[in-house]
């Protein structure tokens, strides 16, 4: 199942998605917003578990976390979305 969200969806999105603020410690760079969002509606969607996201999506640990049964976002993620 590949359904992706159009560019016009997008641009709806991105903008509720706080900006990227710069770490002191530096640390591993922020993966790409829109391929994140693409991976958690594919779950969401296809009804998977996290690990089985294909691998076109960042990894699951940068996509909504582990939770140690591969079945929900973290609540380190949960706490960063705003709606």
């Known amino acids: 199942m590949k359904v992706e969200l159009t560019d016009a969806q997008w641009a709806r999105i991105a903008r ?3 900006k990227p603020t710069a770490k002191p410690k530096g640390g591993r760079p ?3 917003d829109r391929a994140v969002m693409e991976g ?3 779950v ?3 009804g998977a578990r996290w ?3 294909p691998d076109r999506y960042p990894g699951m640990r940068r996509a ?3 939770s140690g049964n591969g079945s929900a976002p973290s609540s380190g993620f ?3 979305v705003r709606f």
């Open 78 to 80: 949960r706490s960063g």
């Open 64 to 66: 909504g976390g582990d």
């Open 44 to 46: 969401l969607r296809s």
């Open 40 to 42: 958690i509606l594919w």
């Open 51 to 53: 690990r089985d996201m």
């Open 30 to 32: 922020r993966a790409d």
């Open 16 to 18: 509720l998605i706080p």
